[in-house]
RNA sequence: GUGCCCGUAGCUCAGCUGGAUAGAGCAACGGACUUCUAAUCCGUUGGCCGGGGGUUCGAAUCCCUUCGGGCACGCCA
């Protein structure tokens, strides 16, 4: 697994390192306790291309000016063996290093040797870790907020799966608990308005008033009649739901499906209930004294989860709240299941759940930090420069399956994923189906086609991408040509600043740069016909750039067409 | 009232575990196609980083305060 970055970062460290022994050696600087050194890429790019600031970092203790300590190692340093070509102090006291072109070049190597698994890194060292998203009510169908989530869920997985993890993407299904008695009475009042008229009883105000409702009903009845209206309430609303849900969860699956979303588990809220499991975490939080009796129900003490007030775990009518499941659930993931690292998305909306879980998973006897939670801001659509919400097709709230009718779902998947989870997302239907600049899907899948172009073209002409050992990348000395590949070059990094930020939209940002960077040396330089040492290195260039595009957009589960 | 998130260019957003002259895309304006896809590129314009204090060698970044926007505070999920 290549990473030059992360080699060249180590190779100035450990420069650093020495440099900085061999100075208290001899006595240039007092003894200090070495922290952490950073290696940062400036801004500037008259900066070098890698920077520290350990100098100023060391000023108390060493008891020097900034810039007389940086003097002192850069005098200390040892760089044979080496990319390092120039070193200098700067500003007030940094340390620049400016690297000859090799690494570059063995970056390049190492993207060709990679290729599909080129970005892949392993901070993750193989632990196990679940990724818990969507998890939308079977109750209606997939809203915004569910397509958001999907799309942000299933990308953090997809990175942390390149960054070495055992990533396990997991939906909780609502299946059981109050919504599901709501969900019946609702499909009941349906049913019998459908067939006895509106007045025949009042709808529930609680009730969920969509109209896949009804739809479900008048399909029930055109299939079954009206055997159920002499049934006995309770038992015709299991009979109903046992109808609608199943085909709610099934529609749920197809469209994640169709949105490039597939889970490894679907986790039934009901069979904690089945098996025993919610009983028996009931159980424990009792005996641990966590819990209290209070007007018939049963709470879990404030203490225990860090916040102000109780919070009900028992109604006094015996039904657990889904506050109760949802520990038992999460008792299941970390103790049952044996997930180091649990990672769940919620809408911004239930921000105030995050301490309490965590209160009570710590309860449970298992580590808090085990268990990050990254809330997702609402989303706002935009049609014709205006706030929209209702689809044009069917005239109601706009879900996941109209979205992916009107834009599709490249530009959905990559359109959630550009700006960082916790910033809104005003999402423009219009600017999503353009085909023009402004619309970045188009740019950063028009880069792959043309490279793919080229190198057809070039095929046809006998020109293949030939071995990186056997052409001379030197001769790429070109401003385009050298951005480029430093670019490439940095993909594992980003790979591991969105694993440990659990942010995709960074890789988002990062593909269209890319892009960008090669549609710029495309106009600066060209291939065909160039003289033929040149042309092959840059093929190997452009095929390089070609597998980066097509290894991120792979892991958004974005397509790479070849041709547009 | 209490708590959480957000305030950065005309618009949409990066940068936030403190670093050098605050970035990108779009929009606006001006250029580049006889040559590998102009769905592209090059250039110009654009900022009191919401306001005010503090911490220090250094603050968009950390702390306090204040203003503006969103959200949550159920025996809902």
């Excluded at 030059?4 to 600087?29: P, Y």
């Excluded at 969507?134 to 997985?157: E, F, K, Q």
């Excluded at 046809?460 to 070059?489: F, H, M």
Aim: hydrophobic share 40%; with cysteine.
């Amino acid at each position: 697994m290549t990473n030059l970055v992360e080699n060249v970062t180590q190779q100035i460290k450990s420069v650093i390192r020495q440099s900085l022994s061999k100075a208290i050696a001899n006595g240039e600087i007092p003894e200090v306790e070495v922290p952490e050194i950073s290696i940062e890429v400036p801004r500037e790019k008259g900066h070098g291309d890698f920077s520290t600031n350990i100098a100023m970092q060391v000023t108390k203790q060493a008891k020097k000016a900034p810039r007389q300590i940086a003097e002192i190692l850069i005098k200390n340093m040892d760089t044979s063996n080496t990319y390092i070509d120039g070193i200098e102090c700067a500003g007030p006291g940094f340390i620049n290093f400016r690297l000859n072109n090799a690494w570059l070049y063995a970056a390049l190597k190492g993207i060709q040797t990679d290729k599909e698994n080129y970005g892949r890194i392993d901070i993750g060292n193989g632990r196990k870790v679940m990724v818990e998203f969507v998890s939308a009510n079977p109750t209606g169908p997939l809203h915004m907020g569910n397509a958001r989530g999907g799309a942000l869920g299933d990308c953090i997985a997809s990175v942390l799966d390149a960054a070495g993890y055992d990533v396990t993407r997991e939906f909780y299904v609502n299946d059981a608990g109050n919504q599901i008695e709501k969900f019946g009475i609702s499909l009941e009042a349906r049913y019998i308005q459908l067939l006895k008229g509106e007045d025949a009883i009042v709808f529930p105000e609680d009730g969920y008033q969509g109209e896949d409702i009804i739809d479900h009903m008048k399909d029930y009845i055109s299939a079954n009649g009206d055997k159920l209206l002499d049934v006995e309430s309770a038992e015709r609303r299991r009979i109903l739901v046992e109808y609608a849900l199943p085909k709610n969860i099934e529609r749920i699956k197809a469209g994640l499906e169709s949105y490039g979303v597939k889970y490894d588990v679907w986790f039934s809220e009901k069979s904690l209930y089945d098996s025993g499991e919610l009983k028996e975490t009931l159980e424990i939080l009792k005996e641990k004294d966590c819990t209290i009796e209070n007007e018939g129900a049963t709470w879990i003490k404030a203490s225990v989860l860090g916040a102000e007030k109780d919070e009900v775990l028992v109604r006094n009518n015996g039904i657990p709240t889904y506050f109760a499941a949802d520990i038992a659930y999460h008792r299941n993931k970390f103790l049952k299941r044996n997930f180091d690292w649990v990672i769940n998305l919620w809408g911004a909306d239930h921000h105030g759940h995050v301490g309490r879980m965590k209160g009570a998973v710590s309860s449970m006897g298992i580590d808090p930090d085990k268990l990050d939670v990254v809330l997702f801001q609402l989303v706002r659509l935009y049609r014709n420069g205006e706030i929209a919400r209702m689809s044009k097709r069917t005239g109601r709230a706009i879900s996941l399956t109209d979205l992916l009718d009107e834009v599709g779902r490249d530009a959905a998947r990559f359109f959630f994923n550009m700006k960082a989870s916790g910033s809104h997302l005003d999402f423009d239907l219009d600017l999503a189906v353009k085909q023009s600049n402004d619309n970045p899907v188009f740019y950063v899948q028009y880069a792959h086609a043309r490279i793919c172009s080229m190198l057809k073209i070039l095929e046809g002409e006998g020109v293949t991408v030939p071995a990186a050992d056997s052409v001379n990348l030197e001769l790429l000395q070109k401003a385009e040509e050298l951005e480029l590949i430093k670019r490439l070059a940095e993909y594992p990094e980003e790979i591991r600043i969105s694993a440990q930020t659990l942010e995709p939209s960074r890789l988002t940002r990062y593909v269209m740069d890319v892009a960008g960077l090669f549609h710029s040396f495309y106009n600066a330089c060209r291939v065909k016909g160039e003289e033929e040492n040149i042309m092959k290195a840059r093929v190997v260039l452009v095929d390089s750039a070609r597998i980066v595009i097509k290894n991120v957009l792979q892991l958004l589960s974005i397509s790479a067409p070849e041709r547009m």
